[in-house]
């Protein structure tokens, strides 16, 4: 096999194998032959990721780039890419059309019907009239690369798990056919160069998520799915109008021209990306879209894991850094970007204080994670674009870890309530731990969400009024976690551990995912080296993180991972081994005082409840991205980028 | 020229770390007793409470809490080994925030109602000092252009010259870490009988204690960092201790002038005041610059 039908093998093993395993899926008669698709469909995509990123390396300039010309298809003869590309759109939007009618979604009816005309009167009538046909380009650097690793690894831990969780749901088929069908359009999206066929897999993994969010088909989840579905069209819409704009008064057609300008810059670029930009902050969730986000955690467990981790809000975060070596043309989408997102940052982890269902703190912390990462990609400097993609990849691993962890305890103890689950470290050792590593590898050094954290600091030198959103975030989230961790282990004695089962399919994915979350964190150093620089440089920012034998080297700092893991764990082992025997055990003091059975508290609910601060939060991040918006805007009538 | 501390020093320093946070809370205790006109204990005091709570036979109420134990002090050692060395402060910063994670859960680990309470009180006092310490450390870093300590020993003037105002902010994170009124919260003896520290007992207990010392040591360490004197090693050391003993004695009188306040209250002082200076300050900082460059 050469090099070139190596990549495409790849490529298609990781897009086309999962969107057709998920098709097909859908007509498998029995459960024995879904799952023999849906281990092809994700062994497929994760050994076509691997092999991917192994091409990748070995590539000129570390870039695979194909063009699709004409495809030949049998009995049809030539047919160009643009066009299969132009009619799949077009389908999509008329089964969006038809779906916002029947759920009666009339926003997105409205811009979904003016989507499609603005595309058909753009694809066959403004372009070829101006000769601004382009070929279907992909280009696939190591971000995009580390993005399918992403995608297909943790994606495809999560689809093990599901598939013990639905067992003896009902239809399963569509369940399974949207959830690995989901990588696939993930993992397109990635790869594509092309504006017009990057919207397609956007506007699929929209489709495949309100398909998932309205499962369980009760009412709370079709209303939760329509919200979904609406905000999403909305951010699609954003999208397509970016391409229009970009290709009317640009003539661009693919992100990689985005981001590679040099010299003058027309104000149509800068609507342009901020529209873009637009689309990813709602598939982001970021204030104030962020409705849809907490609205989907009505699905199974497994897909709020998907959605939260490897995929969906992922794609926003992949466009924007995608996106960010363009902002230094514009300094003042790079701004107002870092203030969207550290104002998520800011008030989803002063509300999460507030919660006590596990899977919306767990939302909050994700539309968080996320806003930070979208602050640093504002700042856009080559440390602040090195510490985003550290937080993208641990924030997936932990975050998948978390909620499959919490999806166990729905799943056997059938409560989502933090109060509820007081103690569980006694009753259920195993799931607790689990869920304990969950937390401490999103908050506690020497792991990478940490080193993120420590980096984004650092990188916000370069725009220091971001420094107290980050400071305030970054206290508050270490509130709710801690007080989470603190209701698991709280016992009033030491209580006999119970042998525990767990499914295989349960503990191998969770594992792998504990594994990945301590495992690469000490080797955080080769992470860098083989990942964040790569990646960094391909977007043509200089390398700043230097990765020297144990420590991470930052422009004004170090941090050595291997140096703090070790030191604590040997602590850890060291009170380990010290024994505690029952002559020197007791019960809790109480000073006489009668307490209640159960504590509980600590929300700060004057502070920090949804009542009180939603329409605040909501106001502000509104006006938030009316400015964005407006700032195009009015670049476009002033004619001149700011 | 810059000043290294040498190997030796950092050595020694580290060791003698916690006898100076040790001694620090002695005086404090005699200083406090003489205002009070009292005579006061020794002091060494807190010293021979350690030795005597290490020689007592411990009632624990389960095995977590000495790991918590341990890893509090595990943790706090570590970031005062890198502060001697002259590390990166975010990292030390991060430390010293991961020991209280653990002093906390250790807390949380038992469930007894004052332990638990004081779980929470700690939380909230987290909530109140560490965007203030964090904005601190960050603001350092602004001005010295990098976050390694021994950097500082390398600018052209103090740090306090430059940011004052962060210091007055740390007043109040300093308040808080020496359990002093009015933030005396967590442990608020008189409430909820020392809080955290409630279900611990003999070497346990004396552990909490040490790591105590090494806090104290940490948050006065990075608080007189701003009175480096660059390029005179003798004038920094005694600017240093003078500082340091001027920012206790501060915290003694507010100690005793004040009454204990509602958690409520800590926040919006922090917000309002802790914050706010030290946004002030680097305002400032960025003005003159600005007005400099110009003209």
Not at chain 1, 41 to 62: E, N
Not at chain 1, 402 to 424: A, C
């Given at each position: 096999?050469?090099?070139?039908?190596?990549?495409?093998?790849?490529?298609?093993?990781?897009?086309?194998?999962?969107?057709?395993?998920?098709?097909?899926?859908?007509?498998?008669?029995?459960?024995?032959?879904?799952?023999?698709?849906?281990?092809?469909?994700?062994?497929?995509?994760?050994?076509?990721?691997?092999?991917?990123?192994?091409?990748?390396?070995?590539?000129?300039?570390?870039?695979?780039?194909?063009?699709?010309?004409?495809?030949?298809?049998?009995?049809?003869?030539?047919?160009?890419?643009?066009?299969?590309?132009?009619?799949?759109?077009?389908?999509?939007?008329?089964?969006?059309?038809?779906?916002?009618?029947?759920?009666?979604?009339?926003?997105?009816?409205?811009?979904?019907?003016?989507?499609?005309?603005?595309?058909?009167?753009?694809?066959?009538?403004?372009?070829?009239?101006?000769?601004?046909?382009?070929?279907?380009?992909?280009?696939?650097?190591?971000?995009?690369?580390?993005?399918?690793?992403?995608?297909?690894?943790?994606?495809?831990?999560?689809?093990?798990?599901?598939?013990?969780?639905?067992?003896?749901?009902?239809?399963?088929?569509?369940?399974?056919?949207?959830?690995?069908?989901?990588?696939?359009?993930?993992?397109?999206?990635?790869?594509?160069?092309?504006?017009?066929?990057?919207?397609?897999?956007?506007?699929?993994?929209?489709?495949?998520?309100?398909?998932?969010?309205?499962?369980?088909?009760?009412?709370?989840?079709?209303?939760?799915?329509?919200?979904?579905?609406?905000?999403?069209?909305?951010?699609?819409?954003?999208?397509?109008?970016?391409?229009?704009?970009?290709?009317?008064?640009?003539?661009?057609?693919?992100?990689?021209?985005?981001?590679?300008?040099?010299?003058?810059?027309?104000?149509?670029?800068?609507?342009?990306?901020?529209?873009?930009?637009?689309?990813?902050?709602?598939?982001?969730?970021?204030?104030?879209?962020?409705?849809?986000?907490?609205?989907?955690?009505?699905?199974?467990?497994?897909?709020?894991?998907?959605?939260?981790?490897?995929?969906?809000?992922?794609?926003?975060?992949?466009?924007?850094?995608?996106?960010?070596?363009?902002?230094?043309?514009?300094?003042?989408?790079?701004?107002?970007?870092?203030?969207?997102?550290?104002?998520?940052?800011?008030?989803?982890?002063?509300?999460?204080?507030?919660?006590?269902?596990?899977?919306?703190?767990?939302?909050?912390?994700?539309?968080?994670?996320?806003?930070?990462?979208?602050?640093?990609?504002?700042?856009?400097?080559?440390?602040?674009?090195?510490?985003?993609?550290?937080?993208?990849?641990?924030?997936?691993?932990?975050?998948?870890?978390?909620?499959?962890?919490?999806?166990?305890?729905?799943?056997?103890?059938?409560?989502?309530?933090?109060?509820?689950?007081?103690?569980?470290?006694?009753?259920?050792?195993?799931?607790?731990?689990?869920?304990?590593?969950?937390?401490?590898?999103?908050?506690?050094?020497?792991?990478?969400?940490?080193?993120?954290?420590?980096?984004?600091?650092?990188?916000?030198?370069?725009?220091?009024?971001?420094?107290?959103?980050?400071?305030?975030?970054?206290?508050?989230?270490?509130?709710?976690?801690?007080?989470?961790?603190?209701?698991?282990?709280?016992?009033?004695?030491?209580?006999?551990?119970?042998?525990?089962?767990?499914?295989?399919?349960?503990?191998?994915?969770?594992?792998?995912?504990?594994?990945?979350?301590?495992?690469?964190?000490?080797?955080?150093?080769?992470?860098?080296?083989?990942?964040?620089?790569?990646?960094?440089?391909?977007?043509?920012?200089?390398?700043?993180?230097?990765?020297?034998?144990?420590?991470?080297?930052?422009?004004?700092?170090?941090?050595?991972?291997?140096?703090?893991?070790?030191?604590?764990?040997?602590?850890?082992?060291?009170?380990?081994?010290?024994?505690?025997?029952?002559?020197?055990?007791?019960?809790?003091?109480?000073?006489?005082?009668?307490?209640?059975?159960?504590?509980?508290?600590?929300?700060?609910?004057?502070?920090?409840?949804?009542?009180?601060?939603?329409?605040?939060?909501?106001?502000?991040?509104?006006?938030?991205?009316?400015?964005?918006?407006?700032?195009?805007?009015?670049?476009?009538?002033?004619?001149?980028?700011? | 020229?810059?000043?290294?501390?040498?190997?030796?020093?950092?050595?020694?320093?580290?060791?003698?770390?916690?006898?100076?946070?040790?001694?620090?809370?002695?005086f404090d205790r005699k200083i406090t007793a003489r205002m009070q006109n009292r005579?006061g204990?020794?002091?060494?005091?807190?010293?021979?409470?350690?030795?005597?709570?290490?020689?007592?036979?411990?009632?624990?109420?389960?095995?977590?809490?000495?790991?918590?134990?341990?890893?509090?002090?595990?943790?706090?050692?570590?970031?005062?080994?890198?502060?001697?060395?002259?590390?990166?402060?975010?990292?030390?910063?991060?430390?010293?925030?991961?020991?209280?994670?653990?002093?906390?859960?250790?807390?949380?680990?038992?469930?007894?109602?004052?332990?638990?309470?004081?779980?929470?009180?700690?939380?909230?006092?987290?909530?109140?000092?560490?965007?203030?310490?964090?904005?601190?450390?960050?603001?350092?870093?602004?001005?010295?252009?990098?976050?390694?300590?021994?950097?500082?020993?390398?600018?052209?003037?103090?740090?306090?010259?430059?940011?004052?105002?962060?210091?007055v902010?740390?007043m109040i994170v300093f308040l808080i870490k020496m359990q002093k009124s009015p933030f005396d919260i967590?442990?608020a003896h008189t409430?909820?009988?020392?809080?955290?520290?409630?279900?611990?007992?003999?070497?346990?207990?004396?552990?909490?204690?040490?790591?105590?010392?090494?806090?104290?040591?940490?948050?006065?360490?990075?608080?007189?960092?701003?009175?480096?004197?660059?390029?005179?090693?003798?004038?920094?050391?005694?600017?240093?201790?003078?500082?340091?003993l001027a920012i206790y004695f501060v915290s003694i009188i507010i100690d005793n002038v004040t009454a204990r306040v509602h958690?409520?209250t800590m926040?919006?002082l922090s917000?309002?005041i802790?914050?706010?200076?030290?946004?002030?300050?680097?305002?400032?900082?960025?003005?003159?610059?600005?007005?400099?460059?110009?003209?």
């Open positions: 096999m050469d090099g070139e039908s190596a990549k495409i093998t790849a490529i298609a093993l990781t897009t086309l194998a999962p969107l057709l395993a998920g098709l097909l899926c859908y007509i498998a008669p029995g459960r024995k032959s879904r799952n023999v698709l849906i281990s092809a469909g994700i062994v497929s995509a994760m050994a076509g990721s691997v092999l991917l990123f192994l091409l990748l390396r070995g590539s000129p300039g570390h870039t695979i780039r194909i063009e699709l010309g004409s495809v030949a298809i049998p009995g049809l003869g030539a047919i160009s890419a643009n066009e299969i590309i132009t009619i799949a759109e077009i389908t999509l939007a008329a089964a969006f059309i038809y779906l916002a009618a029947r759920i009666k979604a009339f926003y997105a009816l409205a811009l979904s019907i003016a989507q499609l005309g603005a595309m058909i009167w753009y694809e066959f009538s403004y372009a070829p009239a101006h000769g601004s046909e382009h070929a279907v380009r992909i280009l696939i650097d190591y971000w995009s690369g580390t993005m399918c690793l992403i995608v297909s690894i943790i994606g495809s831990l999560i689809v093990i798990y599901a598939v013990k969780y639905m067992e003896g749901q009902h239809s399963q088929n569509r369940f399974f056919a949207y959830f690995v069908g989901f990588l696939g359009a993930m993992n397109a999206a990635v790869f594509c160069d092309s504006l017009a066929a990057f919207l397609l897999f956007w506007e699929i993994t929209t489709l495949a998520s309100y398909m998932l969010i309205k499962h369980e088909q009760n009412t709370e989840s079709l209303q939760n799915a329509k919200r979904a579905f609406q905000l999403n069209v909305i951010g699609g819409a954003g999208i397509s109008a970016a391409i229009i704009v970009l290709g009317i008064a640009c003539n661009i057609s693919s992100l990689g021209e985005i981001a590679a300008l040099e010299g003058a810059i027309a104000p149509a670029l800068m609507l342009g990306v901020i529209l873009l930009c637009f689309g990813a902050i709602v598939k982001s969730a970021q204030v104030p879209f962020q409705s849809w986000l907490l609205g989907a955690m009505v699905a199974p467990t497994p897909v709020s894991a998907l959605l939260h981790s490897s995929t969906m809000v992922k794609l926003g975060i992949y466009l924007i850094i995608r996106l960010s070596p363009a902002f230094s043309h514009f300094p003042a989408v790079g701004y107002m970007l870092a203030l969207i997102g550290g104002f998520s940052f800011v008030s989803t982890a002063i509300i999460a204080i507030s919660q006590n269902n596990a899977k919306k703190v767990l939302a909050y912390s994700t539309i968080g994670n996320l806003g930070l990462i979208i602050m640093l990609a504002g700042i856009h400097t080559s440390l602040a674009i090195s510490a985003a993609i550290i937080l993208t990849i641990f924030h997936a691993i932990s975050k998948a870890l978390l909620f499959m962890g919490v999806g166990v305890v729905q799943h056997e103890m059938h409560t989502r309530d933090i109060e509820d689950t007081e103690g569980m470290i006694a009753k259920r050792p195993l799931i607790a731990t689990i869920i304990l590593m969950g937390i401490v590898t999103m908050i506690i050094p020497p792991f990478g969400v940490f080193v993120g954290k420590y980096m984004a600091i650092q990188a916000s030198v370069a725009a220091p009024w971001m420094m107290i959103l980050l400071a305030v975030g970054s206290a508050a989230t270490v509130v709710y976690y801690v007080k989470w961790f603190g209701r698991l282990i709280s016992t009033d004695r030491e209580m006999e551990r119970k042998p525990e089962h767990m499914s295989t399919l349960f503990s191998t994915p969770l594992a792998a995912l504990l594994a990945g979350a301590i495992g690469l964190s000490f080797v955080i150093v080769q992470v860098v080296a083989w990942f964040v620089d790569p990646a960094v440089a391909s977007m043509g920012y200089d390398v700043v993180l230097q990765a020297i034998s144990v420590e991470v080297v930052t422009p004004s700092g170090y941090i050595s991972s291997i140096a703090i893991g070790a030191s604590m764990a040997a602590v850890l082992l060291a009170g380990l081994m010290i024994k505690l025997d029952d002559s020197k055990k007791t019960r809790p003091y109480s000073c006489g005082i009668e307490f209640p059975g159960e504590l509980g508290g600590m929300y700060m609910h004057g502070y920090a409840g949804e009542d009180k601060v939603n329409k605040y939060v909501n106001f502000a991040g509104i006006a938030l991205i009316m400015i964005f918006v407006a700032i195009g805007i009015i670049a476009m009538a002033v004619g001149k980028v700011m | 020229m810059n000043f290294q501390p040498s190997i030796l020093f950092s050595i020694l320093l580290s060791i003698a770390a916690p006898f100076i946070g040790m001694l620090i809370l002695g005579v204990p020794p002091i060494l005091q807190p010293f021979y409470d350690v030795v005597k709570l290490f020689g007592k036979s411990e009632l624990m109420v389960k095995k977590a809490q000495i790991l918590f134990a341990l890893m509090f002090v595990g943790t706090l050692l570590l970031s005062t080994v890198l502060l001697c060395f002259g590390g990166d402060l975010l990292v030390i910063f991060f430390l010293i925030s991961t020991g209280m994670i653990f002093y906390t859960l250790g807390a949380y680990s038992v469930k007894s109602g004052f332990s638990f309470i004081g779980g929470n009180r700690e939380l909230y006092q987290m909530l109140a000092y560490e965007p203030i310490f964090m904005l601190t450390v960050f603001s350092v870093g602004l001005i010295t252009k990098s976050f390694r300590v021994d950097q500082i020993f390398g600018l052209e003037v103090p740090l306090v010259a430059i940011i004052p105002l962060p210091l902010s740390m967590s442990t409430e909820i009988i020392s809080g955290p520290m409630i279900e611990y007992s003999g070497g346990y207990l004396a552990l909490l204690k040490i790591a105590h010392w090494y806090e104290i040591f940490l948050v006065i360490g990075i608080m007189s960092l701003f009175f480096v004197v660059p390029g005179n090693p003798v004038l920094t050391v005694v600017s240093m201790a003078a500082a340091g958690w409520n926040l919006r917000a309002a802790g914050i706010t200076l030290i946004v002030v300050n680097v305002a400032i900082v960025y003005i003159v610059a600005y007005i400099a460059g110009g003209a």
